[in-house]
């Protein structure tokens, strides 16, 4: 065996196991961004059910609107930092898998390969494609909702009327126009961020 042939051997042991390392990492990140992600809306829903407007003062109920409103825009930015930064992960454990499918292809392409037959398993450096409709688009697409919905609860908190009892707090034409525009805002972002990461992946060659 010739030393690139080792090389190779030894490139695809070792790609092969950054790759399927990297998909346990994806599986905890994206269990830890729900886990976290879930947290406020068990906290708000606690709190409404205990507190009525007899047992909250106007000053105490504005401070609270306020920090759920900025922990809501917060937790959306932060939350979208880090789904891109799964994307990332994802696009690295796709590229180990084009790297690994090119070194198959480079032994199937060896003499005597005919002995183990047709390969089962793709040798196309090309796939999987990094656009591809999956898994790992539903997840992002999921999470990029959740990102948003978060942005458009804070913004819908920040701008409504502090001084309103909790029962007769209603949602006015604007803070809807508002929101709406918020939710679309922030996902037309989140698209552009996941359209850049898989453009600056391709880039490389692979």
């Known amino acids: 065996m010739d030393d690139f042939t080792q090389f190779q051997l030894k490139e695809y042991e070792n790609i092969s196991q950054a790759h399927f390392k990297t998909n346990e990492v994806l599986a905890t990140f994206y269990r830890y961004f729900l886990l976290i992600t879930a947290i406020p809306i068990t906290t708000i829903g606690i709190a409404v059910m205990n507190i009525s407007d007899e047992g909250i003062g106007p000053e105490t109920r504005a401070l609270v609107q306020y920090i759920f409103g900025v922990s809501a825009l917060l937790l959306s930015v932060v939350g979208a930092a880090v789904v891109s ?33 047709v390969s089962v398993l793709p040798r196309e450096r090309s796939r999987p494609s990094y656009d591809g409709f999956g898994a790992g688009f539903i997840m992002y697409f999921a999470c990029a909702i959740m990102n ?59």
Do not use: W
Not at 102 to 113: C, E, H, L
Not at 152 to 166: F, R
Not at 180 to 197: D, E, N, T
């Open 85 to 117: 930064y799964i994307e990332g992960l994802r696009l690295d454990a796709i590229l180990y898998a084009r790297v690994v499918n090119s070194i198959r292809d480079y032994f199937f392409k060896k003499p005597g390969s005919d002995e183990f037959g």
């Open 148 to 206: 948003a919905t978060f942005f458009a609860a804070g913004v819908v908190v920040l701008t409504t009327d502090h001084g309103t009892p909790l029962a007769s707090i209603a949602i006015s034409g604007a803070q809807t126009a508002g929101a709406a525009l918020s939710f679309v805002g922030a996902m037309i972002v989140q698209a552009i961020v996941r359209c850049r990461l898989i453009s600056d992946k391709a880039s490389k060659g692979f």
